[in-house]
C-alpha cells in the first residue's frame, strides 16, 4: 500500500515508516479533499466563484498538495482580476508537485507576455491608492484611478465594487449598476456586489440578481485538461454509508419481525429463531460501527492536525524560498540598473519570518533601489505634470510617496504637486492639505516649499 502523503511503499500496520501518518486516515482526508474540490467545479461552472474559492479552501485545508483544487483556485484568482494571488498559487503548486503540468503551463502563459502582466500588476497598485483615495473621502480621485484600472484590467473584481460604491457616494446610480452587473457576470455570487445591488434597488429581501452571460464560466486551459488531474475517490463506500446500510437492515429485521411472525405457525419458530439471532446480530455490528466510527473521528482529528502541522512547515520552506529567491532577483535588477522592478519586487516581499542575516541584506537591497525608484517616479511625474496628464502624474506622485525617504525632497516636492493636481481638480480642501504639511515639515528640503507656503496665505 502507497503512503497518500509522501508516497513511500513502507507501510505497516497502516502507518508509513517515513512520515508516520496512518494511510488509512490520510486516505480520508484526500476524499474529503477532493469532495470539496467537486464542489468548486460544479460552482464554478454556475459562476458562482465566490462560494467555489471558499470550497477550494476547504480542500487545501484538508490536503494541501490538491494540485487540481490549487490549480483551480489560481484560475478563479485570475478570473477576478488577482494576477499576483493566482501566479503564487500557480508557483506554489510547481514547487509542490515538479509533475504539475497544468501550474507550469499557466506560468508560462501568463509571463509570456511580460509587458501586459506588468500592467496587471499596476492594476493592483493603482488600486490600493484609489482605496486610499477613498478612505480620506476623495472619491474624484479614487474615480479617475479605478476607470483606468478596470480599463486595463476589465476582470478586477474589487476595483469595479469599489467604483460601484465611489459612483454611489456621487448619486450615479446608473452606472453604479452597471458596475455592478459586470462583476455578477464574472462572479454570480459575490457578496459585495449583491450588497450594493440590495441597496441600490431598496429591497434587502428580495434582491434582482442579473443573468450573467450564457457561457461555460469555468475557467479552464483546454489544452491541459487540470481537472482530470486528480484521480476520483468517490467510489469508497466510506464507514457513514456502511453505518447506514446496517442501521437499514436492523430496522427492516425489526419491522419484519413485529408484521410478519405473528401470522406464523408454530412450524415457523425455527425460522423465527434464526431471524432474531441476526437481528442481534445486526444490533451488534451497529453497536460496534457506532464505537469504531467515534474513534476514526479522533484518530481523524490528530491526524488532520498531524498533517497541518507538517502542510505549515511545508508552506514555510516554500515561502522563505520564494524571499530569497525574490531577493536575488531584486539584486541582479539593481545590478543592470532596473531600479524600479527591483523596488517593485521588493515590495511585496513579507519581511516576517526573516532571520537577520536576511534582514540586513533586504535593508541594504531597500537602500539601493527604493531612493532611487523614488527619484525616477518623481520625474516621470513632473513629466507628466507639465504636459498636463494630471491621471498619470497622479500616480507618479502618489507611487514616489511609496518609495521616498519620508524626509527627502522628492516627498515634500510630491505632496506639493499632488496638492495641485487636486486644486485643479477643484478640491481645495485637500489641496490645502497637502500645502500644509509641506510647509510644516518640508522647510528647508523640498523645493517648492516657498510656493506651497504662499498656495497656504
Known amino acids: 500500500m502507497e503512503c497518500p502523503v509522501c508516497k513511500s511503499e513502507n507501510v505497516k500496520n497502516n502507518i508509513c515508516d517515513n512520515c508516520e501518518i496512518n494511510v488509512l486516515i490520510a486516505d480520508k482526508l484526500h476524499k474529503l479533499s477532493n469532495s470539496y474540490f467537486y464542489k468548486a467545479l460544479e460552482k464554478s461552472k454556475e459562476g458562482n466563484l465566490t462560494e467555489a474559492e471558499s470550497h477550494l479552501k476547504n480542500s487545501l485545508h484538508f490536503n494541501k498538495m490538491n494540485s487540481g483544487a490549487r490549480n483551480l483556485l489560481g484560475l478563479i484568482y485570475f478570473e477576478t482580476g488577482l494576477v499576483n494571488d493566482a501566479l503564487k498559487q500557480f508557483e506554489i503548486g510547481k514547487k509542490l508537485d515538479e509533475n504539475n503540468k497544468a501550474a507550469i503551463s499557466y506560468l508560462e502563459t501568463i509571463r509570456s507576455d511580460s509587458a501586459k502582466l506588468e500592467a496587471l500588476q499596476k492594476t493592483i497598485e493603482s488600486y490600493n491608492h484609489a482605496l486610499m483615495s477613498f478612505k480620506q473621502k476623495n472619491d474624484d480621485v479614487a ?8 480599463e486595463i484590467n476589465p476582470k478586477f473584481v474589487s476595483a469595479h465594487n469599489l467604483l460601484a460604491l ?28 449583491l450588497t450594493l445591488m440590495r441597496e441600490l434597488q431598496g429591497d434587502k429581501k428580495n434582491p ?9 464560466k469555468t475557467p479552464k486551459n483546454e489544452k491541459t485538461g487540470n481537472y482530470n488531474l486528480i484521480s476520483d475517490n468517490r467510489r469508497g463506500l466510506g464507514i457513514a454509508w456502511v453505518f447506514a446500510l446496517i442501521v437499514g437492515l436492523a430496522v427492516g429485521a425489526g419491522i419484519f419481525l413485529l408484521i410478519v411472525i405473528p401470522q406464523m405457525t408454530t412450524s415457523n419458530a425455527e425460522i423465527i429463531e434464526k431471524w432474531r439471532t441476526e437481528a442481534d446480530i445486526l444490533k451488534k455490528e451497529n453497536i460496534r460501527l457506532t464505537e469504531e466510527n467515534t474513534t476514526t473521528i479522533a484518530e481523524l482529528e490528530t491526524a488532520k492536525k498531524n498533517l497541518e502541522i507538517r502542510n505549515q512547515e511545508l508552506e514555510s520552506q516554500v515561502s522563505l524560498h520564494d524571499k530569497m529567491e525574490n531577493m536575488n532577483t531584486a539584486s541582479d535588477l539593481i545590478r543592470q540598473g532596473r531600479y524600479e522592478e527591483a523596488a517593485i519586487l521588493l515590495k511585496s516581499i513579507d519581511k516576517n519570518g526573516l532571520e537577520e542575516e536576511l534582514l540586513n541584506k533586504f535593508a541594504e537591497l531597500e537602500e539601493n533601489s527604493y531612493q532611487r525608484t523614488a527619484n525616477i517616479l518623481y520625474q516621470r511625474g513632473l ?31 510630491s505632496l506639493y504637486y499632488l496638492g495641485e493636481i487636486a486644486l485643479s481638480n477643484g478640491d481645495e480642501d485637500t489641496a490645502m492639505k497637502y500645502f500644509e504639511t509641506v510647509v510644516e515639515d518640508f522647510e528647508g528640503i523640498a523645493r517648492n516649499y516657498w510656493s506651497a507656503r504662499n498656495r497656504t496665505r
Do not use: H, W
Not at 388 to 412: T, V
Open 208 to 216: 434582482v440578481r442579473v443573468e450573467p452571460e450564457k457561457k461555460d
Open 143 to 150: 474615480t479617475i484611478a479605478l476607470r483606468k484600472t478596470v
Open 383 to 413: 513629466a507628466r505634470y507639465r504636459a498636463n496628464d494630471y491621471e498619470e502624474a497622479l500616480n507618479a506622485f502618489n507611487e514616489c510617496l511609496d518609495y521616498a525617504d519620508d524626509e527627502s525632497a522628492q516627498y515634500g516636492d
Open 166 to 193: 465611489a459612483y454611489i457616494n456621487q448619486k450615479k446610480n446608473s452606472q453604479a449598476m452597471a458596475c455592478l452587473n459586470r462583476v455578477m457576470n464574472i462572479d454570480n455570487g459575490n457578496e459585495t456586489a
